[in-house]
């Protein structure tokens, strides 16, 4: 089960009325990424106590529940590095499975028994050969290995626990916009064969690359808008991803953002330099957020050039709406921008509107 951790700030009245009146519809909500887990630590090492048991908090915990889950735990559970009642529950089946004493402690032999049973679990699989057509709700051996090549090109910041979740989804949609494939979040063949015939490079770093950060942005055209996409709000790092109904103003009802993958305004600008130059603007944060990052200075509309941003509001750091600056087209002569405008619509690449606030953005 996916947690959600409360805003860290919610979207005032007044900022909600300026995205309804503008049609802008931009999320501009600041909601906390979920809680990373602490590093996991190998059940039997000497940082691990003797018996791992229900209130421990730290990265025993977190190695555990990884574990427990490349086992089978039913439901699989949220590797948050907290022992509560579901882990307990969890360690108490496996005991059971393996003629051990089910008393919900992990001990020794529930240390040995578990650590033999997930390096069996989650031994390397061939995708192409071995794995069927993997989506969101997979579990097993082939998510795991599918989790491990993702994060070699950098898609996502995934624990190799082997569910296909939102984190999951959210890399593979990443992965395939990197490589020119449709992005659904469906691994078949095209994305199984570029897995394993692409060369894993670096993310971008260094002086920002303007073309780089351009073609990030433009690998994302035809992703649909989403209140609150791209905000890693379950952990899932920058790019499309599932959003949120906290504080949605859109004109579509029910709220599509929770059950939808895309990006909203900032979320696309946080991809594009995310992936285009290794720079996460405000590491999740809104419009307003973005606009107080370290690697933002402020610059006239006079100065603006291909690959800067344009943010608009009610003044400088009090923003509800952003685009990135394409430059101008060589076929129309005209500027043209990057946006997530609102919901209902797709990232597209249009016309350049002006009067907003302006940032150039470097390393």
Known sequence: MTTFLPARR????????????????????????????????????????????????????????????LTGATPALTVD???????????????????????????????????????AASGTVDLRTQCGTLRTGASGPCVSTLQTLLNTFKAGRLVADGRFGPATDTAVRNFQASHGLVIDGIVGTAVKNALYSSTPAPLPSGPVNAT?????????????????????????????????CDGYTGSIHPCPADTTAGLDCSGLVRAAFWFGAGIDLANGGDTTEQTLDKHLTPITEAQRRPGDVEYFGTGPHD???????????????????????????DVHYVTLRTGGYWYHVTA
């Open 81 to 119: 590095g907290q022992f509560g009642p579901a882990t307990g529950t969890a360690v108490r089946a496996f005991q059971g499975a393996h003629d051990l004493t089910a008393d919900g402690i992990v001990g020794p032999a529930t240390k040995t028994a578990l650590d033999a049973a997930a390096t």
């Open 319 to 345: 923003t509800t709406h952003v685009v990135l600056y394409a430059g101008t087209d060589s076929a129309t002569g005209a500027d043209m921008m990057y946006e997530a405008k609102e919901t209902g619509t």
């Open 212 to 244: 780089k950060v351009l073609n990030a942005a433009k690998s994302y055209l035809g992703v649909p808008y989403v209140w609150g996409g791209g905000h890693s709000l379950r952990g899932e790092g920058p790019g499309p991803s599932l959003g949120t």
């Open 10 to 69: 919610r979207l005032s009245l007044g900022l909600a009325l300026a995205a309804a009146l503008t049609g802008v519809g931009a999320y501009t909500a600041s909601v906390a990424s979920a809680a990373t887990p602490p590093a996991p630590l190998p059940l039997t090492s000497s940082a691990c106590p003797a018996n791992i048991q229900q209130g421990e908090a730290d990265g025993c915990v977190t190695q555990l529940q990884t574990e427990l889950n």
